[in-house]
């Protein structure tokens, strides 16, 4: 198995603050994955996400894609990164020029990466990256931006991105800003990607329960720090790290039968007042012991399929590398099935 991109012991600092704290995560190259990225805000998600993408420039460490450093690529080598690794992000509105009809944003890449001889071969093209997210090209070319809705302006992007044949979307909470009735299609559309194109996506979240019913695996970030990785259904079904705990305690999910919740969790106003030179977590772990203020956590493996940074399982063994994905647990074809019934009709159920 090769590693299609790798963050390399990836720091990541705003002055003194450290956004991202020696990350190490990969995506392979023979088998298409869907892998969330989970976190509150100020958790560093955003920031693996651009530093992948080659937005960030890292303060330490490397991102290789294919074996080589993007910070040292040619030019050639620099645009075929460009073009295999797309970015959606979250507010779709940002993206479009006002003044330009939507036709722009798929027309540009086209020319860009010379994808078509013909004018005609460009329509198709674009046609066919439309209907792939549901769109019509009848409904949505030859329109400005501000005609469409939210949720067709997302799947503009998606289907700008499809337009490229892209190996890995990164996808920044490409369905915050959209309407809930459009959240599940546009999920759906990016499962079908991955099924029938063979995309990895990379799904960067807040939100658990989408994480839940679209990915296969999950990295939890806590300031910073990885906090538990695994299998989505480890770490959302049995969350072991009293920071996930605390996150699963507060959503509803009704596809699981534990609920989680009860745990004396302490409020981030009051775990203001101290610090931690160890875990991060510390200040707001009702189950923090010295070692905790005083040493950063080993990744410890609490299963085949998932790590904990967490002392509460110092007795398991700690990864062999520095890379989260070791705790995947292998193919993801032999994990799970609970992805087949569509995060749609899920979330439909749910109300
Ligand atoms: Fe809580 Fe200690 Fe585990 Fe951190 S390492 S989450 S403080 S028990």
């Known amino acids: 198995m090769t590693k299609l991109i790798e963050l390399q012991d990836v720091t990541k600092e705003f002055g003194t603050f450290t956004a991202l704290n020696r990350a190490a995560f990969s995506i392979m190259e023979e088998t298409s994955s869907m892998t969330a990225i989970a976190g509150e805000s100020g958790s560093g998600k955003t920031t693996m996400a651009r530093i992948m993408l080659g ?6 460490g490397r991102v290789l894609y294919r074996g080589k450093d993007i910070a040292s690529m040619s030019t050639a080598e620099r645009r075929q990164f460009r073009r295999e690794v797309q ?43 439309l209907s792939r997210v549901g769109l019509r090209s009848q409904d949505t070319l030859g329109r400005f931006p501000h005609e469409l809705s939210g949720g067709q302006r997302q799947r503009i992007m ?25 959240r599940a299609t546009i999920l759906d559309e990016l499962q079908t990607l991955n099924r029938d194109l063979g995309i990895s996506i990379i799904y960067i979240t807040h939100d658990l329960t989408t994480a839940f019913q679209i990915c ?10 990885v906090a538990e990785a695994g299998s989505v259904e480890r770490v959302i079904g049995d969350p072991k790290h009293p920071y996930t705990q605390l996150l699963v305690s507060s959503i509803p999910l ?8 009860g745990e004396d969790f302490i409020t981030l106003e009051a775990a203001s007042e101290r610090e931690s030179r160890g875990c991060r977590f510390a200040p707001r772990c009702s189950q923090a012991m010295d070692v ?41 074809a032999a994990k799970s099935d609970h992805r087949k019934t569509g995060a749609r009709s899920r979330i439909d159920s749910e109300g």
């Open 216 to 225: 296969e695996n999950i990295v939890v970030l806590y300031q910073g720090n």
């Open 55 to 60: 937005f960030t420039e890292p303060s330490k």
């Open 158 to 182: 998606v289907a700008r991105a499809v337009l490229l044949r892209p190996r890995l979307i990164v996808a920044d909470e490409p369905v915050s800003m959209v309407d809930a009735s459009l």
């Open 254 to 261: 009704p596809n699981l039968e534990q609920n989680w919740g």
């Open 87 to 129: 970015p959606i992000f979250q507010d779709p509105f940002d993206v479009f020029n006002q003044f330009y009809r939507i036709d722009h944003v798929l027309t540009t890449p086209v020319k860009r990466f010379k994808l078509a001889n013909t004018e005609a071969e460009a329509r198709s093209l674009i046609e066919d990256a």
């Open 292 to 332: 905790c203020w005083r040493t950063p956590p080993e990744k410890y493996l609490c299963d085949r399929d998932r790590l904990a940074s967490c002392f509460l399982y110092r007795d398991k063994p700690t990864l062999r590398t520095d890379d989260v994905t070791e705790a995947f647990g292998g193919p993801v």
